[in-house]
């Protein structure tokens, strides 16, 4: 059964706190991104990787970090810099960077208190 | 960075209406992507657009992009209940990663 999952699907931290969320992807695609979604926002993206071992930053990665040392996998860290870490997270993936549609997995929504 | 507008924000109907998101960018777009998001869910793909004048049509709904590539629409006819969610364009404005419009509410009043 092929698709993203992300875990947990709720997470709660107290302030000061690092927080790692996962997302692993089966679908053996290149590319995965990191959306925050809060209410009537939409969805800004924080970070993307167009392949292992490379991503770039999006338009609001300010506190927030990344790794991709395996295909399947892009977890990202809230850190403790974010300012209003509270939110939805969705974690997505497409076949390549350019031109293809994305997949997303369930979201975590992480509060931090 | 880059933006793409969308309107309305929340739209509210009698089950049975129609109903029409737009998407608006001040850069010319390489394709448009539409996704819908129920209530709780996550964003899912509903289609993509590239050709400049494109229209297409998946049973009740009709997207469309623009000739100039700069601004596009999903037209529902007659709304149902299943319909409820909320709506994205997303577009890539260059070689870059998508960028996404904050998204219709469409509510339906059965």
């Known amino acids: 059964d092929g698709g993203i999952t992300q875990s947990p699907k709720y997470l709660f931290r107290k302030e000061g706190q690092n927080v790692t969320l996962s997302c692993e992807q089966n679908?053996?695609?290149?590319?995965m991104y990191w959306y925050r979604q809060d209410p009537g926002q939409g969805l800004r993206l924080i970070y993307y990787?167009?392949?292992?071992?490379?991503?770039q930053k999006g338009d609001i990665a300010e506190g927030y970090s990344v790794s991709r040392e395996k295909k399947e996998s892009f977890p990202l860290t809230v850190t403790s810099a974010q300012k209003n870490p509270t939110a939805f997270y969705l974690c997505?993936?497409?076949?390549?960077?350019?031109?293809?549609?994305?997949?997303f997995g369930p979201g975590t929504r992480l509060t931090v208190t | 960075g880059q933006q793409v507008m969308q309107i309305p924000q929340y739209q509210h109907v009698q089950e049975g209406e129609d109903f029409t998101t737009y998407c608006n960018s001040s850069?010319?777009?390489?394709?448009i992507q539409w996704y819908k998001q129920r209530p709780g869910g996550h964003p899912v793909f509903l289609i993509q657009?590239?050709?400049?004048?494109e229209v297409k049509k998946q049973k009740r709904l009709t997207f469309q992009f623009g000739e100039a590539k700069k601004n596009s629409s999903l037209h529902i006819t007659a709304t149902q209940t299943t319909d409820v969610g909320t709506y994205f364009c997303?577009?890539?404005?260059?070689?870059?990663?998508?960028?996404f419009g904050k998204g219709t509410r469409l509510s339906v009043i059965a």
């Open positions: 997505a993936s497409s076949k390549r960077l350019a031109e293809y549609e994305q997949y």
């Open positions: 679908l053996n695609h290149d590319a």
């Open positions: 990787s167009q392949i292992v071992n490379d991503f």
């Open positions: 850069t010319t777009l390489s394709n």
């Open positions: 657009l590239v050709k400049s004048g």
């Open positions: 997303a577009g890539r404005p260059g070689n870059t990663p998508l960028v």
